[in-house]
């Protein structure tokens, strides 16, 4: 078992430079936290590629919130259900598979509603009342109590990752890997929205991004564009449409950071966007992530609405 969690909350960045410099890029007043949701995007899986240096939202985030901690709570693989059970939104019946393990106490178990665990993910939970983690073992889940000698028994699992981030706000970018499901995405996002202390100025939607795999007229592709177009009309300025930024010739103009790659003068973008896809030159070598140049995108796009939403 991973000798530390995979999601933990971060901690505050320790003071650099001169008190001025700190007092220029720093509000006076303390920001709220600010927790990231969701998959690999989320996650900023390999944004190291194409880009002269790495590019990870979270890190860019927390350099535009000064002195607001930034989560990154985003796991790779990961479905809208996973975002909910690690939020702590459901919290299911746990049924204990194996007997604890001898030096660990360590168990594997089922959750009700047949939700499977995906590799990555690891976070703080209570099984019962008993605290300890959860990770997965070769596709089983497997609780590991913080104390090997507590009695463990069928139960309750609760995730306890966001005890003290009541006043958090968030940004919410999950569903992509289980898309083709289109009302359980949009109710998990839906329940997500509704979680913080104020739903109605808390949130920042993320909208999907089409990979070749997802042109125009694919299953994917549909299923996309509904939540997307969905999401549009329910969260309003709150929804970031990051397919419109990333396929369409005025989106890709409008990001100064991509000013680099002449993304309009390459025929390769032409191509991707008639098929309505995000061009080559933004995605990684695997076809399904966005490279660094794809994130530093996507990172100035939801700064600039973090500052028009007052959150910065």
């Given amino acids: 078992m991973p000798s530390t969690p995979a999601l933990v909350p971060a901690s505050p960045v320790a003071d650099t430079g001169s008190a001025a410099l700190r007092d220029l890029l720093s509000p006076a007043a303390a920001s709220r936290p600010l927790t990231l949701w969701g998959s690999s995007s989320m996650s900023s899986h390999r944004g190291e590629d194409d880009s002269p240096l790495p590019v990870r939202i979270h890190e860019r985030l927390a350099l535009a919130c000064g002195d607001g901690v930034v989560h990154p709570f985003g796991v790779a693989a990961t479905r809208s259900g996973h975002t909910m059970l690690t939020r702590g939104l459901d919290t299911p019946h746990a049924t204990l598979l194996t007997t604890p393990a001898t030096g660990t106490g360590a168990v594997l178990f089922d959750l009700d509603g047949g939700l499977s665990p995906v590799g990555p993910l690891v976070f703080p939970a209570r099984l019962g009342t008993v605290t300890g ?103 309003g300025e709150r ?63 939801i700064v600039e609405r973090m500052g028009a939403l007052r959150w910065l």
Avoid: M
Avoid at 268 to 279: F, N
């Fill in 133 to 235: 983690l959860v990770d997965d073992a070769d596709g089983a889940w497997r609780f590991t109590p913080e104390d090997p000698s507590a009695r463990l028994a069928d139960g309750t699992l609760t995730s306890t990752l966001t005890d003290g981030l009541d006043d958090a706000r968030q940004i919410l970018w999950t569903g992509k890997n289980n898309i083709r499901e289109v009302e359980q995405v949009l109710a998990d996002v839906q329940r997500l929205w509704e979680s913080t202390p104020t739903p109605a100025t808390d949130s920042l939607v993320l909208g999907q991004w089409p990979t070749e795999r997802d042109p125009v007229g694919s299953d994917t592709g549909e299923a996309l564009a509904t939540v997307n177009a969905e999401q549009t009309d329910r969260y």
């Fill in 239 to 301: 929804f970031l449409d990051l397919q419109a930024l990333l396929t369409s010739e005025d989106g890709l103009a409008s990001a100064d950071s991509l000013a680099p790659l002449h993304l309009l003068e390459q025929a390769s973008t032409h191509e991707a966007l008639a098929q309505g896809v995000t061009p080559p030159l933004l995605v990684a070598a695997d076809g399904t992530h966005l490279n660094g140049w794809g994130n530093l995108a996507v990172s100035c796009a």
